[in-house]
């Protein structure tokens, strides 16, 4: 009896303490476990930690050479924002339209600290990126004035970039952080506040459309020539005129003075290249560069004088002093042989104008 007494305690202590290990055991394990889980939670969280991130009103350094200021007279155009307290330093303006886009003007009085502005006044855009048809993708392309008003000089004191800004879904505000010294701003004897707390401030927002018509001007070089023999010269005395030539793509016509014209009058004969009716449009200008020359029918040195002129508005460009009277009477120089005189003219340049569409 004894015995079996024994035994049984000896269980009952052996079962004991093995519930009592199991349990140690589901302890530490339940521990580790949520010492791994919150461990985990921890590294999960770490990408998610708030940063703190300064507010740059570009992608890239503003240089000196790219930001132009001034004074002008003309009010802004897009919109405009008077203020009539300081008490607050920070204002935005409702939405104004354009493009088809929304745009709110912001107004740092004391300077946008977060983007390096502290002691200047500030100023920005930032659009609506909610009129986005692709918000993921969609650009816009702004030109930016901004506007502070001067009372005292009566003008509009500006600045803006010679760059356009690239606004998009990442990036709908840009501006200047340094737009005027604070201290400039609020000092009343310069003009920018007045009646006590008043001020106004305004921005052009102007977004340029691809061009539709263009144009693409160039020079060709040609060696294109026509001579003419005239004929009974000495018996002429009013202007001669050749048939229609072609000449680098074009229709002309060659005229001869033989009293002279203009300057040259009763001392020179006096030679013209006039454009054919119909060889441009109205608008269009032909540059051409041309040599005229009076033929040496002795094989001796030509006389010879360059041209070049626009034709548009005039169609007719010549040379008055081409050759001197008593040269070409002189039989001994070549120039006239039988009553004969050979010119020519030849083209060593022309231009063409392309017009799209």
Request: charged share 25%; hydrophobic share 35%.
């Amino acid at each position: 009896m004894k015995n079996h007494y024994r035994t049984t305690i000896s269980i009952s202590l052996a079962y004991l303490f093995l519930c009592l290990f199991i349990t140690y055991v589901s302890s530490q394990s339940l521990i580790r476990q949520i010492t791994d889980d919150v461990n985990t939670n921890l590294k999960e969280e770490e990408p998610y930690v708030q940063k703190h991130q300064e507010i740059s009103s570009r992608h890239y350094n503003v240089s000196h050479s790219k930001t132009v200021t001034g004074m002008r007279n003309r009010r802004p155009s897009t919109y405009s924002y008077k203020i009539e307290t300081n008490v607050v330093d920070k204002f935005e303006t409702r939405p104004f339209t354009v493009g088809g886009y929304n745009w709110i003007l912001h107004v740092y009085l004391n300077g946008n600290t977060k983007d390096g502005g502290a002691g200047y006044v500030s100023l920005y855009v930032e659009i609506d990126k909610s009129g986005f048809v692709d918000s993921a993708h969609e650009e816009v392309y702004a030109d930016l004035r901004f506007y502070i008003f001067n009372r005292k000089e009566r003008k509009y004191f500006t600045i803006q970039d010679t760059d356009v800004w690239r606004f998009d879904a990442f990036n709908t505000m840009w501006g200047f952080s340094k737009v005027l010294p604070v201290d400039t701003f609020k000092d009343p004897k310069n003009g920018y506040l007045y009646n006590g707390e008043h001020c106004e401030f305004g921005v052009d927002v102007i977004i340029p459309t691809p061009f539709e018509e263009s144009e693409t001007f160039s020079i060709s070089s040609s060696s294109d020539k026509y001579t003419w023999t005239i004929q009974n010269f000495s018996t002429l005395f009013k202007d001669v005129y050749s048939p229609v030539i072609s000449l680098g793509g074009k229709k002309w016509i060659l005229s001869v003075a033989p009293d002279g014209s203009g300057s040259g009058r009763g001392k020179y004969v006096s030679m013209f290249l006039q454009l054919y009716t119909n060889q441009r449009r109205a608008y269009e200008y032909i540059y051409v560069r041309a040599m005229f020359r009076v033929l040496n029918q002795q094989k001796l040195s030509n006389r010879e004088g360059e041209l070049r002129n626009w034709y548009g508005r005039t169609y007719v460009w010549g040379i008055v002093d081409l050759i001197s009277f008593d040269d070409l009477r002189d039989s001994s120089k070549g120039f006239l042989v039988d009553d004969t005189l050979m010119v020519e003219v030849q083209l060593e340049a022309i231009s063409t104008t392309k017009y799209f569409p």
